[in-house]
């Protein structure tokens, strides 16, 4: 005898059915290779071919600025999809939680700054948005011990707005459109600087309640 019940036994001895559910531990273990990561890794690909198609003939042919424009469509439709399949399908890993966010600011900083420095987009507007990212991911590290700001719909309608005006920047646009891309950065702008006082405000928000449950937690301890 063994010692060991034979419904124990029996359970160790049995193989898992296929399709069957994992347990929590075995879910939590996404593998890197997995489709929301691929699409990650593919949109940090991209950047440098980005680049390389948006100053290609001097960065103002318009065959070229076409391909740089599909690229940036392509790694756009990509943050869209990383993340949602990421949530859904629980393939959540530490790879993802910082390649995610550098993949999406290196593209769209690239992209300003390649504009910029063509001449076709003026470096303030580069300046408040780049500087808007940064700060607000700098605020998220001041926070981060009391809580995560989860991501807002005026969040959702700036990335939309910036990704829709750099897209028409990128593209060799001329007449009506050109004036249209005009305004909808304008709109762009005005949502980040907007949601990122909004951020701002929501931060301290969290900071004081965090701060303030320290406090109660310390006096309740004495």
């Known amino acids: 005898m063994t010692g060991v019940p034979a419904s124990a036994a029996g359970e ?3 193989r898992p059915v296929p399709g069957a559910k994992l347990g929590a531990a075995a879910v ?3 593998s890197l290779w997995n489709i929301a990561n691929i699409l990650t890794m593919i949109r940090l690909v ?7 198609l948006l100053l290609a003939e001097g960065g103002y042919d318009p065959a070229w600025r ?3 424009w599909a690229a940036f469509a392509v790694a756009m439709i990509t943050d869209i999809f990383d993340g949602h399949l990421a949530r859904t399908y629980n393939l959540v890993t530490d790879f993802g939680k910082i390649a995610d966010p550098i993949a999406d600011k290196a593209i769209m900083g690239s992209a300003l700054i390649c504009l910029s420095w063509l001449g076709d987009l ?3 507007v580069t300046g408040v948005i780049l500087g808007r990212e940064l700060g607000i991911t700098l605020l998220r590290f001041w926070v981060i011990r009391y809580g995560v700001i989860p991501a807002s719909r005026g969040g959702k309608l700036k990335t939309l707005a910036q990704g829709t005006a750099v897209g028409m920047y990128v593209l060799a646009l001329t007449g009506a459109l050109a004036t249209m891309r005009f305004w909808v950065m304008a709109i762009a702008v005005v ?10 405000r929501q931060a301290v928000v969290l900071r004081r309640q965090g701060l303030a449950a320290e406090r109660a937690a310390e006096q309740a301890a004495r």
């Not at 991209?46 to 390389?52: A, E």
């Not at 949502?191 to 701002?200: A, E, P």
């Open 28 to 30: 939590n273990q996404a």
């Open 12 to 14: 160790a001895g049995r």
């Open 122 to 124: 003026p470096w303030w």
């Open 191 to 200: 949502l980040t600087v907007v949601t990122g006082l909004d951020y701002i």
């Open 46 to 52: 991209l950047v440098p071919g980005f680049v390389f």
């Open 66 to 68: 076409a391909w740089a």
